[in-house]
């Protein structure tokens, strides 16, 4: 669930961060895009600057109460795994561990822009938001509206020399993301990095 692409593109933005400023990922499910986000700090230094994610562990046609599909597994018991498996896996692989907020974007934006304090679901202490952002990985609802708003909240707080890598945004991916990625491509308080196949942008 992690294309070779989205390494390649993060691992340049990661090496070429500005010199303030969290990263924070929208959308993190059982964690692999945030150990990756957590080996390229590492890897380039950063191991001191922050990293904040956002997930509500609700999922597209989640049913709770219901089977998953044609299964016998319930729709509560597969999310309280994706969950747990999350909190495992970056436990055990990130070192620091990131911040999690149990939340949807729009709320995770509304508690940044207010810098409020709110409960980190890994280490269960608390954990101040809000500030320059540097880097985003946007993995969230890939609908039109939803990534729009993504991308504008993330742009509110964006340094100039920033990130955003949009996950599931390539060309003929089918989702709405790809239809945002293409109009931010054409404005000129952003460039286009990369395609590879997914769409990361730089903050001019």
């Not at 508690?111 to 409960?119: C, G, I």
């Not at 101040?128 to 509110?156: S, V, W």
Request: charged fraction near 25%; proline fraction near 3%.
């Amino acid at each position: 669930m992690l294309g070779d692409g989205n390494l390649v593109a993060s691992a340049w933005a990661m090496e070429r961060l500005p010199a303030e400023g969290d990263i924070i990922e929208i959308g993190s499910f059982c964690g692999l895009s945030t150990i990756m986000l957590s080996h390229l700090r590492g890897r380039f230094g950063e191991s001191g600057r922050r990293i904040i994610t956002a997930d509500k562990w609700e999922f597209e046609g989640q049913e709770l109460g219901k089977n998953l599909g044609s299964s016998q597994v319930k729709h509560d018991t597969y999310r309280e795994f994706v969950r747990e498996s999350y909190l495992r896996n970056v436990r055990t692989f990130c070192h620091p561990p990131p911040a999690t907020v149990e939340a949807f974007s729009d709320e995770f934006f509304s508690f940044w822009s207010e810098a409020e304090t709110k409960v980190d679901v890994v280490s269960g202490e608390p954990i101040q938001l809000g500030g320059p952002i540097a880097f985003a990985y946007i993995d969230g609802n890939h609908t039109y509206d939803f990534a729009k708003r993504d991308f504008e909240n993330t742009d509110r707080h964006l340094v100039s020399g920033g990130w955003i890598m949009f996950d599931d945004s390539a060309d003929g991916s089918g989702w709405e993301v790809n239809q945002l990625v293409k109009e931010i491509a054409k404005r000129n308080d952003y460039e286009l990095v990369a395609q590879a196949p997914n769409y990361l942008f730089r903050k001019v």
